[in-house]
C-alpha cells in the first residue's frame, strides 16, 4: 500500500464561505455577525457562529441566539463567481487540485519543491493570494495524506494554516475527539462512547478487530486506518467530472409529497439538460455525440435532526432521457416518503454518477416524440433560444421549490 513519505498535501477550505462573500461585498457587514437565508442558516458569519449559530439551524432559534445578527438574502451567482476565481488560483499553483465543494479542495503539491518551495511556503502563499485576488479568507491544512490535511485544517480554522509533520502525526491526531475521524457521525460516536471510547487514541488502542465487532467490517477497519494515519488515496484530479448533482434546501416547514415530487422534477430537468450539453463546446444538447449519459442516480435527503442519507439506484443502460432518470429518482423518493413524514425535510438533491460519453446508446430507448429522445431534444431547443426558464413542468407553476445550493462546477 502506497503512502507518501513527506507531508505535500494541502486541504484548502474558505471560511464561512457564503457569509465571508457577502462580509466582502458590502463594508458594513465586515466585523458583524451575519446570517445568510432566513428559514434556514444556510451560512454564518464566525461573528455569529461565536453565539451558537449553525449551518442548517431554524432562522428563528438562530436570531434568538444572536439578535444583533444581520440577516441577509442568498446570492447564489455571487457566490458561484468567488469559487470559480478561487478554484482558478489553485489550478494556477498546481494542476493537480481535487475540488470537494464550491469552498474545498484538495491540492497535491509535492512536484513543485525547486520552483516554488515547500508546501508550507506554498500554502502561504496561497492564502495571500485567495485574500488578495479573490477578498477572501481561507485555512489550509497540510500533511502526508488526505486525511490529515482536512483535520490540520479544521483544527486551524479560521483563517489558519497548520502544517503536520509525519513524525508527529500520531502526536496531533491521538489526542482530538473520535468526532474528528471521517465517518464518525453521531450515531458511531454514541457507539463508541458506550465502550468508552472518546479520543482517536482510544480507537488506535481498540484494535481492528474490536472496532469490527462494534461497528461491521467496513466502519471498523476504515477507522482503525484512519487512527494509524493510513489513507493512501492519491488526489482525484477527475474526481468532478464523474458525476453532476444538484441540490436545494427547503427550510424546516413541512413539505407534501406533491411538493417534493415537483421539486424533484425540476432538479432531473436540469440535470438531464445538462448531461446532454457537451461542456466547453458550442455543439447543441442533445445532438449526436456530443453528451453525455449517467448509469446511476443518486437520492440525497437531509432530515431535520440534521442526518444525512443517499438512496441510489444503477441503470440497466446508461441514458440522458429525462423520464427515465425522473422514473428512477421518483421510485427512490417514494420508498424514502415514511421517514421523511417521520423525521422531517430539510434539503433534497440528486446526482447523476458513473457518467460516460454518449456514444448513440440514446437509439437503444424507444424513438417516440412525445417522451422519448426527439421530446428532450425539442425541448432543450426551446429553452437555449427563449431562456432556460421559458419551458417548465405544469406541477411547478406557483411553486417555491427553495433555494439551489451551488455545487462544485464541473472541470474537463
Not at 493537480?96 to 502561504?124: C, K, M, N, Q, Y
Request: proline share 7%; glycine share 10%; hydrophobic share 45%.
Amino acid at each position: 500500500m502506497f503512502v507518501r513519505g513527506l507531508a505535500t498535501i494541502l486541504h484548502a477550505d474558505l471560511d464561512a464561505f457564503y457569509a465571508a462573500v457577502e462580509q466582502r461585498d458590502d463594508p458594513r457587514l465586515r466585523g458583524r455577525p451575519v446570517i445568510v437565508g432566513g428559514g434556514v442558516v444556510l451560512a454564518a458569519s464566525y461573528q455569529a457562529k461565536a453565539h451558537g449559530v449553525a449551518t442548517a439551524m431554524n432562522g428563528r432559534r438562530a436570531r434568538a441566539l444572536c439578535p444583533a445578527a444581520v440577516v441577509v438574502p442568498p446570492r447564489m451567482e455571487a457566490y458561484s463567481a468567488a469559487s470559480k476565481a478561487v478554484f482558478a488560483i489553485f489550478r494556477d499553483i498546481t494542476p493537480e487540485v481535487e475540488g470537494l465543494s464550491i469552498d474545498e479542495a484538495f491540492l497535491e503539491v509535492g512536484g513543485l519543491a525547486r520552483i516554488s518551495g515547500t508546501p508550507r511556503e506554498i500554502a502561504a502563499r496561497l492564502r495571500a493570494r485567495v485574500l488578495r485576488e479573490a477578498g477572501l479568507p481561507i485555512t489550509v491544512g497540510v500533511a502526508r495524506t488526505k486525511f490529515l490535511a482536512k483535520v490540520a485544517g479544521g483544527v486551524a480554522k479560521p483563517d489558519g494554516l497548520l502544517v503536520v509533520e509525519p513524525d508527529r502525526e500520531a502526536a496531533f491526531l491521538h489526542p482530538l475527539a473520535v468526532e474528528r475521524l471521517w465517518g464518525v457521525g453521531p450515531v458511531t460516536a454514541a457507539t463508541l462512547h458506550e465502550v468508552g471510547v472518546r479520543t482517536v487514541a482510544d480507537v488506535a488502542a481498540l484494535g481492528e478487530p474490536a472496532l469490527v465487532s462494534y461497528l461491521g467490517p467496513a466502519a471498523g477497519r476504515h477507522l482503525h486506518a484512519l487512527a494509524h494515519g493510513r489513507d493512501p488515496r492519491p488526489i482525484d484530479t477527475g474526481r468532478s467530472r464523474r458525476s453532476i448533482g444538484s441540490q436545494r434546501a427547503l427550510g424546516r416547514r413541512p413539505r407534501s409529497a406533491d411538493e417534493l415530487d415537483a421539486i424533484l422534477a425540476g432538479t432531473v430537468d436540469r440535470l438531464a439538460r445538462r448531461l446532454r450539453t457537451p461542456k466547453g463546446s458550442d455543439v447543441d444538447p442533445g445532438s449526436a455525440g456530443g453528451g453525455r449519459v449517467c448509469r446511476t442516480v443518486v437520492l440525497r435527503l437531509r432530515f431535520a435532526d440534521y442526518a444525512r442519507v443517499t438512496r441510489s439506484h444503477t441503470l440497466p443502460a446508461p441514458t440522458a432521457h429525462t423520464p427515465t432518470i425522473l422514473g428512477t429518482a421518483r421510485r427512490l423518493l417514494v420508498a424514502a416518503l415514511p421517514e421523511i413524514r417521520d423525521r422531517g425535510i430539510t434539503l433534497l438533491g440528486l446526482s447523476l454518477t458513473n457518467l460516460d460519453r454518449d456514444d448513440a446508446l440514446q437509439l437503444e430507448l424507444p424513438f417516440d416524440a412525445h417522451s422519448g429522445p426527439a421530446l428532450d431534444t425539442a425541448l432543450d431547443a426551446v429553452r437555449r433560444r427563449f431562456g432556460a426558464t421559458s419551458v417548465s413542468r405544469a406541477t411547478q407553476l406557483g411553486r417555491d421549490p427553495g433555494l439551489e445550493v451551488p455545487l462544485l462546477p464541473e472541470h474537463e
